[in-house]
Nanobody
Framework: QWRFVESGGGLVQPGGSLKLSCTSS??????????VGWFRQAPGRERERVSC???????NYRDSVKGRFTTSRDNAQKTVYLHMDSLEPEDTAVYSC?????????????????WGRGTQVTVSY
């Protein structure tokens, strides 16, 4: 069975940038056909949707990251990216990715599957 592996997190100062990667490992699954979502969860808070990217490259973002975050995909590399600019302390969270259909992603990702373990992003001086 395959799953996602997230990477690229770390400690960055406010105003800085990070690029996260979400790579599918294993075989037997064609990522090309599916929507991939990025989600985040901060301590003491519920998980929230950050972005969605459809199989055709249509994207959707939560309001607080619009204009700062960009998601993209490289199906040949089985990888989805999240490029984050102008990071704020409020962006601090564990970022994870999952796969599903568009409606599931935009509704919050509750029915999406193959969640990765996440990568920690900390925005602080």
């Amino acid at each position: 069975q395959w799953r996602f592996v997230e990477s690229g997190g770390g400690l960055v100062q406010p105003g800085g940038s990070l690029k996260l990667s979400c790579t599918s490992s294993g075989s037997g699954f064609n990522l090309d056909d599916w929507t991939v979502g990025w989600f985040r969860q901060a301590p003491g808070r519920e998980r929230e949707r950050v972005s969605c990217i459809s199989s055709t490259g249509i994207t959707n973002y939560r309001d607080s990251v619009k204009g700062r975050f960009t998601t993209s995909r490289d199906n040949a590399q089985k990888t989805v990216y999240l490029h984050m600019d102008s990071l704020e302390p409020e962006d601090t969270a564990v970022y994870s990715c999952a796969v599903g259909i568009w409606r599931q992603c935009t509704a919050g990702g509750f029915d999406m599957t193959n969640w990765g373990r996440g990568t920690q992003v900390t925005v602080s001086y």
